[in-house]
C-alpha cells in the first residue's frame, strides 16, 4: 500500500489553551512518527513524500480571505485567538486580535511559524494519495496536521486546511460524481459537513461523540442533514460515552448500508483513532482487534478507498491501531 507522509510537519508543534489553561497539544509530532515506524516494522507500506498540490486546489475547498491569511500568516510566536466575530458580518477584519478570532474557532488550534508550508504539505499528501486510487485500490495519506474540524473559513480542532475534502474536490475536478466521506474519528467532522453541506456529489457520513458531551459542540446532531440539493447526503451519529467493538459495528453497518446504496465511486475514510479506549482525552472504549474489524467491514464493500489521518493520541499504541485498521486493505 502507499503512504503519503508529510516530511515537514515536525516544524509544527505547539501548545493549546483549555479552559484557559496552557497544556501540551496532544496533536503533536510524535504521532505521525510512531504510526510510520509502525507500519514499516511490518512491511508492506511503501512511504512517499507528496508533490506540492497546487493552491487553486486548495481555494475551491476555502475561502479565499482564509486561504490568504495562513498564507500571509507570519507568526513568529505561537499565536490564539482571544475575541471572536460576536456579529453576523463577514468582512475581514484589519486588526491581528480581531483576525485570530475570525479565523480560528478554538484555543486549541495554534497559529505557528511555518504553518503554510506544513498544512499545504499535509493536504498534498491527501491529494497524492488520491491519484494513486487510479492505479491502487488503497491509498493513505498519513496527514499531520489533520484536517476535518477546518470548515470553509476557520482553523479548529488542531486542523487548518481539511485535507480529505481537498482530496474530494480533486477527485470530483478528475471527473467522479459521486464520493462518499466516512469519518470514523471520534470528534464530528464539522468542517467536511461545512464543506460540503449544500452538495450532493460528496456524501458525508460521521460516527462520532455526542456533540452535547464533547467537542466541537455546536455540530454533529442527527438533524444536520444538508441543504438545497445537499439535502439527505448529510449523515450524523452521535453516540453515547463508552461505545465498545459490539456496539461501534453495529453503528458501522448501518452507514455502509447508507453509504452502499449512495453508490459512490471512491469512499474517503477520515480515520482517527481517538475513539480506542486508552485514548487520553476521548472516552469511547474500541480495542486495536476492533480498529481490524472495523478496517475489514470497510474493505469488504470493494469500493477505491482513501484512508486520511486525522486523530488519534495514545502515542504507545497508536501505531498499532492504524496498523490493525490498514491491514485488511493489504493485498
Ligand atoms: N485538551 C481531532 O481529533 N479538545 N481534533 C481539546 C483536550 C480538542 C480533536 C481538549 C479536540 C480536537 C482531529
Ligand atoms: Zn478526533
Redesign the pocket.
Known sequence: MIVYYPEKHYKHAGF?L?NGEK?QS??NPIRVERIKSTLENHGGFTFKTPALCNKKLILQTHESSYIEYLVNGNWEETAFPSVWNYTDKRQVPIHAISQKGYFVF?T?TPLTKNLWEVVLESASCAVSAADSLAFEPTSYALCRP?G??ATKSMAG???YVNNAAVAANHLLNKGAKRIAILDI???HSNGTQDIFYNSRHVLTVSIHADPARK??YYSGYEDEKGIGEGFGYNINYPLDKGVDDEKYLEVLSKALLQINQYKPEILIICA?F?TYKKDP?CDFSLTIKGFERIGKLISKLHIPTLVVQ????NLEDLGNCALSFLKPFLR
Do not use: A, V
Open positions: 493549546e483549555y497544556t496532544s496533536e478554538d486549541y489533520p476535518h474540524h480542532g488542531y486542523c474519528d471520534f470528534h467537542f466541537p482517527g481517538d482525552i486525522e486523530g488519534g493520541y
